[in-house]
């Protein structure tokens, strides 16, 4: 995938981000989201120009992004549900909502369907303990989840 | 009881700038302005604020342990990065009252002599990085942020920062080395952050629930905040309670209320068909409390801390009887031992030795010593290492064990009565 360059609307993020900090580094986890919003993950390719565009090293770039668990590091899918199972939403039964994903999708917790569609992850605490099982989708929170509405939701998702 | 944080949460639109002013909202900065940075200082050391994120340091201390003369810039870090388990408190001013935290802000970076404030939020946090960058927007437009605040000669800038993934970025020094663009590696102390922070400079690292309460004591002053809540542990402190309670959720709790009359009578108490069995009062890193230990204890760091645990970040799980305790300390290890940052040998080797013996005990595979060899790992992890990480699961693994041994011996015997499918 070609990644040797970044378009104007990035290029012109990266620079008010790196006007925020001392240092060109600094601006690396920021203007790595910038890089997966354009690109849609973080390639080695991507790595590679982002280590150019600050001018740090390629190793530096790829262990930052692998560090953090939400740079997506395969090629994504439409959609990304995360399930979170930590204590409270293990207490409030998000291993019923992970046994019902997977039957719907046909794929394992970490994993991505045939179609790209779909890939499931569980999560760590998203700080929705007060409002369990919770779980994320893309970048919006769907919370005091049921069987029913998180089927309601697969068929929005799978229109 | 004075709605020192949550004053504005249940109104319509209540993180828009228009009706943060309406309120009130940054007269406290103008008034803040018209003080000097050291009378700004001694105001919030004499009200007794204590850092809200967990540690529960004088916040007012930290700030007058930053040197003023290095030349050096200095920078106020928000530490917006709540990843506790059992805690979204942070995450509800966040997203209901932004500009009461920005306000604080400013009004610290003023007293601490910053210029630039950076705001290290979680990276899942969609709703509430959204209302924090709109309400910084709004800040600088109306010239209570940027150059020349309210026309005086203090200028801040207030800069937002993703954070993408990582509990241990909530560790003070491992946010800075995170916000230098490096893995989220803790550092250790000594230096700490107020005199070697961030880029080499003096750094005061906040919570967000700790600068919210600013604007409040420069309002009614430290003898107004003091009023409130005990006279070591002052002030009110949010908590969030999950768990099956009728009412879970976002409390704000003068310090110093009874535990027992708020699970009762605040929160509903048990749902139907639930009883009480355990409570663990501040976040999942902290020893757990006995049905009877709620029954006797308050809210505030030094009633907790009387029973053996903690605080912490008010990040109340309730737990009741239906739930095995050996389950809920495989789920707690497998989380510790997946955060860990790795740097040091005792936390990365023990959480995810301590994760392998729990989740066999838990499948009933366990070995013989199996409880023991778990007590001897965290008891060599703790005390030995960068930061706390190793500690916190430390204190559950001695907690879970030592109030409820009988449920680590029911499965070591493979005779547990809760677990149903293992």
């Not at chain 1, 760590?124 to 303990?129: I, P």
């Not at chain 2, 018209?34 to 850092?51: F, Y």
């Not at chain 2, 600013?214 to 999950?242: D, N, Q, R």
Request: glycine residues 8%; charged residues 25%; proline residues 5%.
């Amino acid at each position: 995938m070609k990644a040797d360059k970044f378009n104007d609307a990035s290029e012109k993020e990266i620079q008010e981000l790196l006007s925020h900090y001392p240092t060109k580094q600094a601006a690396l986890l920021p203007v790595l989201w910038v890089a997966e919003r354009e690109f849609g993950w973080i390639s080695p390719e991507v790595m590679e120009l982002v280590a150019k565009r600050l001018e740090i090293s390629p190793a530096h770039v790829y262990g930052v992004a692998t560090f953090y668990t939400m740079y997506q590091k395969e090629p994504p899918a439409k959609y990304h549900v995360q399930v979170c199972q930590t204590l409270p939403c293990a207490m409030a039964g998000c291993d019923k909502v992970i046994a019902q994903l997977e039957d719907r999708l046909g794929i394992k917790a970490g994993s991505i369907t045939k179609d790209k569609r779909f890939k499931l992850s569980t999560v760590e605490c998203l700080a929705s303990c007060g409002t369990a099982p919770a779980m994320r989708v893309n970048d919006t929170y769907y919370e005091n989840l049921t069987e029913a509405e998180i089927d309601r939701l697969l068929s929005e998702f799978n229109k | 009881m004075e709605r020192v944080l949550t004053k504005n949460f249940d109104l319509p639109d209540s993180h828009a700038l228009a009706v943060y002013e309406k309120t009130g909202g940054y007269a406290s900065l103008k008034k803040a302005l018209s003080m000097t940075p050291a009378q700004i200082i001694d105001e919030v050391k004499n009200s007794g604020l204590r850092g809200r994120g967990g540690a529960g340091f004088p916040a007012g201390m930290k700030w007058s342990f930053v040197p003023q003369n290095t030349g050096k810039p200095i920078y106020l870090c928000v530490n917006a990065d709540e990843g506790e388990p059992g805690t979204f408190k942070d995450r509800a001013i966040l997203e209901k009252d932004p500009h009461r935290m920005i306000e604080g802000v400013l009004i610290s970076s003023y007293a601490i002599g910053a210029k630039t404030a950076y705001v290290y939020i979680r990276g899942e946090f969609d709703l509430a990085l959204r209302r924090l960058e709109s309400a910084v927007r709004e800040a600088y437009a109306k010239g209570y942020a940027g150059k020349n605040i309210l026309g005086s000669n203090f200028s801040c800038d207030v800069f937002v920062h993703r954070g993408a993934g990582a509990y241990i970025c909530g560790e003070e020094t491992a946010l800075l080395n995170s916000l230098e663009g490096n893995r989220g590696y803790p550092r250790i102390k000594p230096p700490f952050p107020a005199v070697e922070g961030l880029f080499k400079s003096p750094t005061v690292v906040n919570n967000v629930e700790t600068l919210a309460a600013v604007p409040y004591i420069i309002e009614h002053g430290a003898a107004g905040y003091k009023k409130i809540g005990t006279e070591k542990s002052p002030g009110t402190k949010l908590f969030s309670v999950s768990g099956p309670v009728m009412k879970p959720g976002i409390y704000e709790v003068e310090m110093g209320y009874p535990m027992r009359k708020f699970l009762h009578e605040d929160c509903g108490w048990m749902k139907p068909g639930k009883i009480l069995k355990a409570v663990i009062p501040g976040g999942s890193s902290m020893p757990v409390l006995t049905a009877q230990e709620v029954e006797e204890v308050n809210l505030d760091y030094e009633s907790i801390a009387s029973k053996g645990s903690l605080l912490g970040s008010g990040g109340m799980i309730v737990i009741d009887d239906s739930v095995c305790m050996v389950w809920a300390l495989e789920n707690l290890a497998h989380f510790y031992s997946h955060e860990s940052c790795g740097q040091c040998s005792p936390c990365r080797e023990g959480t995810g030795w301590s994760y392998k013996i729990l989740k066999r005990l838990l499948h009933n595979e366990g070995k013989p010593g199996d409880i023991e060899l778990l007590l001897d790992i965290g008891q060599k992890m703790a005390g030995k290492t960068i930061c706390v990480l190793a500690d916190s699961l430390s204190m559950p693994i001695a907690s879970y064990i030592g109030k409820f041994r009988d449920e680590f011996e029911a499965h070591a015997r493979r005779e547990c009565t809760r677990c149903r499918h293992y």
